[in-house]
């Protein structure tokens, strides 16, 4: 199973992030199921995704410690800053579960193809993700 470690609907790089997976799907179900974690709560998640069409789980962190687990967030001055990423797991033989892969992915990361797409443009531009759609 392939984790999406998502800073939440507000940030447009997670968003963008997502739609990348989300269209590898159906090319990749039969290997390995997808989950995007955010740390929006249920309900603005529902309300999110009830307005995209996702092929996968979109679930909520926001009232437990998965992304400090999983090395996605850490505390400083009593805040918590959340990161951008990925974890891969598996199911072992004895039916345990253990985490085989991680990443952080960033702006131009060498994960998400629209940045090595916009280095083909002749121009320079100043690019961004869209903030809502």
């Known amino acids: 199973m392939l984790i999406i470690h998502n800073m939440g609907y507000s940030c447009s790089p997670c968003t963008l992030w997502t739609d990348v997976f989300y269209g590898l799907v159906d090319h990749l179900d039969v290997a390995f199921s997808f989950v995007a974690s955010s740390h929006n709560s249920p309900d603005t998640m529902k309300k999110k995704s009830a307005s995209m069409s996702r092929k996968f789980l979109i679930v909520s962190s926001k ?58 443009l002749p121009l320079q531009i100043n690019w961004s993700p869209k903030k809502n759609y």
């Open 63 to 120: 009232e437990n410690t998965f992304f400090q687990d999983m090395g996605f967030a850490e505390t400083k001055k009593e805040r918590i800053y959340y990161q951008l990423g990925y974890s891969m797991f598996q199911k072992n033989p004895d039916e345990t579960i253990s985490r085989i892969g991680m990443n952080s992915f960033a702006h131009g990361g060498r994960y998400c193809s629209i940045w090595h797409i916009l280095k083909f």
